[in-house]
């Protein structure tokens, strides 16, 4: 096995072009990309360098990127052309488990890698005995690997898969959603048709599909566009819709409470937020939603202030001095004590504080600000009565609840310690409530909480598939004419010769087809057959016999038939063999595994699976009480055959 390092199969020479990476795959840079996704591709090619195809065997390109002029940042891209019958599977397994398996084989695959100029890039693996081996016999293994920037993967008939980004924290020079934006630019450019990708995203210990989820009610890819796709273990699309819909809701005051003696650094943590805040944090997708906003707000090197003491009432606009905004505040906590945490209205604190201080502008400023506030020991409470309609305040003494790390709470009785929200302490704090409720199972004494809680969270983690819809089967009008030429679009109907039956499935997706204005219905049916035979695996002997939507001759003229833009299905057989094999579909020989779990999955999902020894039917190794720890047992019975072998009668 040979271990090959791209950088040395081609230095770029001084003077070749280098491209602009923020506008590269935008319409008309560096290309028109005005033609089907194949053609796209092929033009795009066109522009870049050709490297020596005898250090992996396969066609490759390099594109240079710019990424900044001052300082000079460049970054490569590479794209390689991965034939089919250089790959080590001619099965996707990615198109399985997004439920693409019924598509049929590709004659080749795309893959674009971001790699950094300054870093070694990860080497690529060969099966074979010499890298100089003639290339259709040389097996590629285009590792996903977590070294590259960016790997993506492009079937020839336009559906994709995003294998892996990896921004700042993974060594790269550009942040996740640069690259992000860079993927999303190229996929629109060249017309791709559908993107997956497997969401396994994480920050620092948090799942960014169940934290976004919190927040914004989608996954971090659904910046881009990136949509629920397909979940594991049975896991549907409203069963994620009200999953997050659940835990988005759940009251904060009602989790904290539940949450036992942990819940104290939850509502440290809440309360110093909310601090920052002149509305009220009601479930948990508030806090998160609102922790998320402020990262992208607070630069590294600054903070915000999040006030545990008088202090956070000194604004800019604030007139009073720092000691009489001091001593108002102690005057109304010290209302509220004798009050003995009883709810009492604005105006009776009010009336009592002003014994004390006559500034009722003071007394006004101080109140309007200390609603939801931590002061010394005490939390500093302000809720508008559902009855009355009245403001209301109340003391809530936390002074058992301490935090005991970096940017954290304690309590103390200096009023005038004034604690910094940095970007670390941020991110701290989200761990902090992430690892409280979803990190320790037990949520204090209610199990019906805790069992919702790890229910909503459970099925947000299993919907790991995405998927974005870039270019459907049609384009927009304006695109379908052309000078002298027009459009059509075209698939093909499969007839089973043997036994003279017609398959009654298409063939996805239609292939637009460009002619010119007169053409006959023969010169169409070759374009059909070139088109896919270039395409797909299984159909490189297509012969297309007939239309079944349209009655004609062969040497009629097509243009006056059908409109531009029309849709035609072509009917057709595989020469010699008469009808297409298994084998040309992605599922492969696992579309015939029979997939009936107890979670409700009827189709493989890529999570770990095991066959019944009698049966042959698979389930989820999780569902069937096997840990993901322990190996898979050579043998297995499920629950039904094990309970009819239980009933038979024994040998003599």
């Not at 259709?136 to 993967?153: D, F, I």
Request: net charge neutral; aromatic share 10%.
């Amino acid at each position: 096995m040979s271990h090959l390092d791209m950088m040395g199969c081609k230095k770029r020479k001084r003077g070749e072009r280098v491209f602009r990476f923020k506008t590269f795959g935008e319409n008309g840079y560096p290309i028109e990309f005005d033609g089907s996704f194949l053609e796209n591709v092929k033009a795009l090619l066109e522009l870049g360098q050709s490297e020596s195809s005898s250090c992996i065997g396969v066609p490759c390109w390099s594109f240079e990127l710019e990424i900044n002029r001052q300082p000079p940042l460049h970054i490569l891209l590479y794209v390689i052309e991965e034939p089919i019958e250089a790959s080590l599977s001619h099965h996707c397994k990615h198109c399985l488990y997004v439920g693409w398996g019924q598509h049929l084989i590709c004659n080749k695959k795309y893959h674009f890698l971001l790699l950094s100029k300054d870093i070694t890039p990860a080497s690529l693996i060969f099966k074979g005995d010499s890298i100089n081996a003639n290339p259709m016999k040389v097996k590629l293994n285009l590792m996903e690997a977590h070294g590259h920037t960016m790997h993506g993967v492009f079937h020839s008939n336009g559906f994709g898969h995003l294998m892996c980004i990896n921004g700042l924290e993974s060594g790269s020079d550009l942040p996740g959603f640069q690259i992000m934006d860079f993927w999303d630019r190229l996929c629109t450019g060249l017309k791709a048709r559908k993107v997956s990708l497997n969401d396994v995203s994480n920050k620092r210990g948090m799942e960014l599909r169940l934290l976004h989820g919190l927040a914004y009610g989608e996954p971090w890819f659904g910046r881009w566009g990136y949509k629920f796709g397909r979940g594991s273990y049975g896991v549907t699309l409203p069963m994620y819709k009200k999953a997050i819909e659940a835990i988005q809701g759940m009251p904060l005051t009602l989790l904290i409470h539940h949450l036992g003696n942990s819940g104290h650094d939850v509502l440290l943590i809440s309360s110093r937020y909310q601090s920052l805040l002149d509305r009220t944090l009601v479930g948990l997708g508030d806090l998160f939603h609102f922790m998320l906003e402020l990262t992208t707000r607070v630069p590294k090197s600054n903070f915000v202030d999040s006030y545990y003491s008088p202090g956070f009432l000194l604004e800019t606009a604030c007139r009073w001095s720092p000691k009489r905004v001091e001593m108002a505040t102690r005057v109304i906590v010290e209302a509220l004590k004798r009050a003995e945490f009883r709810w009492i209205s604005r105006q009776e604190v009010r009336d009592a504080a002003r014994a004390y201080i006559g500034d009722t502008g003071l007394l006004d400023f101080v109140l309007k600000s200390l609603g939801n506030h931590v002061v010394g020991k005490y939390l500093v409470r302000r809720s508008l009565n559902p009855v009355t309609k009245v403001l209301e305040y109340c003391l809530e003494d936390v002074s058992k609840a301490s935090v005991e790390s970096e940017g954290s709470v304690t309590s103390s009785s200096n009023l005038r310690t004034r604690s910094k929200i940095t970007r670390v302490q941020l991110m701290k704090d989200m761990f902090c409530v992430y690892k409280r409720i979803f990190k320790e199972r037990e949520l204090g004494t209610n199990t019906c909480i805790s069992d919702n809680v790890s229910l909503a969270a459970r099925i947000i983690l299993d919907s790991r598939y995405l998927i974005k819809e870039y270019v459907g089967d049609l384009p927009s009008k304006l695109e379908l004419g052309l000078g002298g030429k027009f459009k059509l679009f075209c698939t093909v109907l499969l007839r089973d010769t043997a036994r003279c039956e017609w398959k009654t499935k298409l063939m996805p997706p239609y292939e637009c087809i460009v002619l010119k204005e007169n053409a006959t219905v023969n010169e169409l049916k070759v374009e059909v057959e070139r088109t896919f035979q270039e395409l797909y695996w299984g159909l490189k002997s297509f012969v297309a016999e007939s239309i079944v939507n349209l009655n004609t001759s062969g040497s009629e003229m097509i243009f006056g038939l059908v409109e531009v833009g029309h849709r035609l299905v072509f009917e057709g057989s595989i020469r010699e063999q008469g009808t297409i094999a298994r084998d040309a579909y992605e599922c492969g020989a696992e579309g015939g595994r029979v997939v009936d779990c107890a979670c409700g999955a009827k189709e493989d999902d890529g999570e770990r699976m095991i066959a019944c020894a009698v049966c042959e039917v698979w389930q989820h190794t999780w569902c069937v009480q096997i840990p993901n720890s322990e190996e898979v047992p050579g043998i297995f019975l499920c629950k039904r055959c094990e309970q009819v072998i239980m009933v038979l009668p024994s040998l003599p």
